[in-house]
């Protein structure tokens, strides 16, 4: 067992059609971990480009973040090649 969110449990409900063994269990953990990864160091860039104050409040542009956010975590073959 591990203390990783991604338990033994979950990672066989995730892989529906075969048990996964310990090393495919280890590799959904790893890549469970590099997609976080990459979340926080795309929220860490962007963020504040999704603020709007004026001088009674901040906005905070919601859809738009969720939208940029969703297709930078799955970028097109194109964009992958673009960024390196």
Known sequence: MTDHP???DFCHR???SWPP???EKDNMRSAADWQLERAIAWLKLNTDDYLLQDYYTTY???EAFLDDFKKAM???KTQ???NG
């Open 6 to 8: 991604l338990t033994d």
């Open 74 to 76: 799955r970028p097109t």
């Open 14 to 16: 995730i892989a529906e």
């Open 60 to 62: 905070f542009l919601t």
């Open 80 to 82: 992958e090649n673009n």
């Open 21 to 23: 063994d310990a090393a």
